[in-house]
């Protein structure tokens, strides 16, 4: 005879089951159903990711601007214990651990920020990257020279206002 205790920890709250005497078959089918019963941490917090990015440099008469857009999806898990409101941190153009272009101004369509996702809901903003602004050749050169990502962060009440680092997967721009 076995006397297990079980436990499992979401989203920063802790779950334990009374220890309770098991056969050696009845404790490994107990352990397996509560490891499953434990879910995954998306089920009680924000999830976030950046994706669909388009990175393009246009050269101008007065130089090169940048443009393109991403998308930052956000999900809050239907176990969570409610909504959560989410502020931008900075997002930035990087390759590996270069940063090349920081703070990326991208401006958000349709919202504004700080957004709540309710509980159970996502949320997808398109940001636009402002090409006012032109680069200058070495940071033009740096960016088509490999792919690129966006990177940044975000706080949301869920977490405590911890800061949720993301990055988007490799892109390669255009109009190099």
């Given at each position: 005879m076995y006397r297990i205790g079980f436990g499992c920890q979401l989203g920063g709250a802790v779950y334990r089951w009374p220890m309770v005497r098991f056969s050696s078959v009845g404790a490994v089918l107990v352990a397996a159903v509560a490891t499953w019963g434990c879910g995954s941490k998306d089920a009680v917090t924000l999830g976030?990711?950046?994706?669909?990015?388009?990175?393009?440099?246009?050269?101008?008469?007065?130089?090169?601007?940048?443009?393109?857009?991403?998308?930052?999806?956000?999900?809050?898990?239907?176990?969570?214990?409610?909504?959560?409101?989410?502020?931008?941190?900075?997002?930035?153009?990087?390759?590996?651990?270069?940063?090349?272009?920081?703070?990326?101004?991208?401006?958000?369509?349709?919202?504004?920020?700080?957004?709540?996702?309710?509980?159970?809901?996502?949320k997808t903003v398109s940001f636009v990257i402002d090409s006012a602004s032109l680069l200058d050749p070495a940071t033009k050169d740096a960016i088509c020279a490999g792919p690129v990502r966006v990177s940044g962060s975000i706080k949301d009440t869920l977490s405590g206002g911890e800061r949720t680092p993301l990055s988007s997967s490799d892109v390669t721009p255009s109009g190099c």
């Open positions: 976030a990711k950046v994706r669909n990015v388009q990175i393009s440099v246009e050269q101008k008469t007065l130089g090169t601007q940048l443009g393109g857009g991403f998308e930052l999806f956000l999900e809050v898990g239907a176990e969570a214990s409610g909504g959560s409101t989410v502020t931008l941190e900075t997002f930035g153009l990087v390759r590996g651990g270069d940063t090349l272009v920081s703070p990326l101004q991208a401006t958000p369509q349709g919202v504004t920020f700080p957004l709540t996702v309710g509980k159970g809901q996502s």
